[in-house]
Every structure is written in C-alpha cells, then in structure tokens.
C-alpha cells in the first residue's frame, strides 16, 4: 500500500536527481530510499526513473506521477491547515512574478481563485521578461513565478512544475490552400510569408524549431502583439505558428482563422511555476501552488 512516506521520498529523488542527496534531504539511508522507491514503482507497476551513472531522471509516467504526488501532500497539508484556522484567518504578502504571454492568458484566473479563497492576503505582482524574473526568484525577492518554462537557464537554482504543455499549430486565414492537405509539413509552411510573436521568447521557440527541422522560414513581418498576429492571419498576409494557448477564432475584427497541427511538429510550449531551490519557502507559497495545480486545463478543440 502507497504511504505518504514513500511519496515524500519520491519527490525528493525527483528534486535532487540523485539517491545520495535526496537519502541526505529525507534523513535516511541510501538503501532504505532505493528499496521504497522499487516499491512504489512495484506498487504502480510503471518505471517512474531513468537510472543513470551521474542520476536519476523522471520518466514520462514519473513526471505524470510527481504533479500527482504533490496535489496528495497539498490536499493532506490543506486539511490539517482547514482543522486549525479557515483560509480566512491567513494575511501576509505573496510576490508573484510573471512573463507578459502568461500574464495575458493565465494569470488572472489563478489570482482570481486565489484571492477569493485568501481574502486577507494581499498580493504583489511583478511582470518582467523571464530572465529577469528568473534573476529575482534566485536572489529571493518574489516567492513565485508563474512563466513559460522552456527557456529557464538556472535550473539548478529552482524548483519548477509544469501546469499546461501547449503544443503549437498552424495559424491560417479561411480558405487558405494548405487547408485542402490531408496533413501540413513544416516544409510546407516554410513556402509561405510568415507574421513572428516576439514576446515571451516565442521567437526563440520558433527558431529553435526551423532549426532542428533544417528549414529556413520567410519571415514577413515581427510583431509583439498576439491580437497583431491574429489580424494579419485573418487579413491573409501570413501564417503563424503559435502555442494553442494564445488561440482564438476570431480576430479582432472578427474574420475567422483556422489553426491545423503540423504532422512533423511536436514541440510544446511549458507553462508553469517556478520558485527558489533549497530555501524553506515563505508560507503563503504553498497555498498558492495548491491553487495553481488546480487551474483548469485549456484545451482548445481543432
């Protein structure tokens, strides 16, 4: 039978990425650790590590098992905080950083639930560019991100958990000829006048994705408007590759566009939190990443 122990001891391996450290974090021994980690892998019948000399990396049903690890312990933390006072009675000051895309898409419903269920806490938040929120998460000055995940350069600094793979599409005006294909390429796209998002990194993703396919796009037009984007698709002055997170039907001025999956294009877009490594975390940060893991998954129907 799975115990609480052995989740905790699940989740410190896949901090640490090593038996020894996380053997150190729990206060036990190596061997007693990788015998409850044979266990619980035993208990679930799936492989939750990748053994390697220098490690251990999670496996996809073990990154799929550790957001559910911690939704367990928050939901056990949760009702030992509900048996000694209602979230009512909790105050303090939460920092919370985010990137400009994340903050247009998910932000609000996450401050809105969490403020309606911590009336008394107040909230400050910082918008920046990921860099710069990642800098002030490391040095302590806001408690949590709330940001695009694929691009974070201090891994080791922080403690990051996905909220929402947002996996990217075409982008296309109504009527457009590719839309006849039974499937669309990124060689196919690559043919056609391109409008780029240059917010949140966006440009980044997309080049590393034109790189690893050995295709160089026609980029017509650059853009840090997402509504921008949407418009110049509609008007049919360009295609676009975006991560579904930004998707609407509709421009601004209310003409259709379509979005179709490309069969040689998988890449995701990482939305989650991210906050400081090692540190003990300030107390308003736990509650709010219950919350968090919570949110609703957008998935949009194409």
């Known amino acids: 039978m799975m115990t609480l122990r052995q989740i905790r001891h699940f989740i410190a391996v896949a901090e640490t990425g090593s038996i020894s450290a996380a053997a150190q974090a729990v206060f036990i021994s190596q061997s007693t650790l990788t015998a409850a980690i044979q266990q619980l892998e035993q208990d679930l019948e799936v492989s939750l590590f990748n053994r390697h000399a220098k490690g251990m990396t999670l496996t996809h049903q073990g990154h799929q ?9 928050a939901t056990v933390d949760n009702a030992k905080r509900s048996m000694r006072q209602s979230t009512g009675e909790i105050r303090g000051q939460l920092t919370i950083g985010v990137s400009s895309l994340v903050a247009g898409y998910y932000l609000a419903d996450i401050l809105t639930r969490f403020q309606r269920a911590y009336p008394n806490v107040s909230i400050r938040v910082t918008e920046d560019e990921r860099p710069y929120i990642e800098h002030l998460l490391v040095s302590g000055e806001i408690d949590v991100g709330v940001l695009i995940l694929s691009h974070l350069e201090d891994k080791h600094a922080l403690q990051t958990e996905v909220l929402t793979h947002s996996p990217h599409r075409l982008w296309l005006p109504a009527q457009h000829p590719l839309l006849e294909l039974d499937e669309i390429t990124l060689a196919d796209v690559a043919r056609e006048p391109l409008i780029q998002l240059n917010v949140d990194e966006i440009d980044r ?3 590393r994705i034109w790189s690893q396919a050995s295709l160089r796009p026609q980029i017509a037009l650059r853009t840090a408007s997402t509504e921008a984007v949407r418009s110049l698709v509609a008007a049919g002055l360009g295609l676009a590759l975006q991560p579904d997170m930004t998707y609407r039907p509709w421009s601004l001025e209310g003409d259709i566009i379509e ?4 069969v040689d294009l998988n890449q995701t877009l990482d939305v989650g939190l991210a906050w400081r490594r ?8 736990d509650p709010f990443l219950t919350l968090a893991r919570e949110q609703p998954q957008r998935r949009t129907t194409i």
Not at 65 to 73: E, P, T, V, Y
Not at 259 to 262: D, E, K, V
């Open 278 to 285: 090692g540190a003990a975390r300030p107390a308003l940060v």
């Open 259 to 262: 979005a179709r999956a490309l």
């Open 65 to 73: 098992f550790l957001r559910q690890a911690h939704l367990i312990l």
């Open 205 to 207: 993703t997309a080049q």
